[in-house]
């Protein structure tokens, strides 16, 4: 069984920053896929991010490009999610998911981590 854990979430107001963690070790295998997901009360699970170990080819919405940034370290099977210019519509639970493919975890397969939640004071 493989294990994702998700840290970092918090409380910021709109403008500010938080990074949050994923850790497995399923991110030492060279052909996962780690991405990045929310969901806010009453609304529908949103992709917001992706890193590809196979070839580091990342993917971010358009709801928080230029604003959010996907990167790994890869000594410590971590991922991280830094999230700035935080704005209020940010404001959801956020879950880090791996898998074999973006494909896949858009479907919902994978290993998917408890989810933190993040709130965006205005």
């Known amino acids: 069984e493989v294990h994702v854990v998700e840290s970092g979430g918090g409380l910021v107001q709109a403008g500010g920053s938080l990074r949050l963690s994923c850790a497995s070790s399923?991110?030492?295998?060279?052909?996962?896929?780690i991405g990045w997901f929310r969901q806010a009360p009453g609304k529908e699970r949103e992709d917001i991010s992706s890193?590809?170990?196979?070839?580091?080819?990342?993917y971010y919405a358009d709801s928080v490009k230029g604003r959010f940034t996907i990167s790994s370290d890869n000594s410590k099977n971590t991922v991280y999610l830094q999230m700035n210019s935080l704005k209020p519509e940010d404001t959801a639970v956020y879950y880090c998911?791996?898998?074999?493919?973006?494909?896949?975890?858009?479907?919902?397969?994978?290993?998917w981590g408890q989810g933190v939640q993040v709130t965006v004071s205005s």
């Open positions: 998911a791996v898998g074999f493919s973006w494909s896949a975890l858009l479907a919902g397969s994978g290993s």
């Open positions: 399923a991110f030492s295998f060279t052909d996962v896929t």
């Open positions: 890193l590809s170990k196979l070839d580091g080819s990342t």
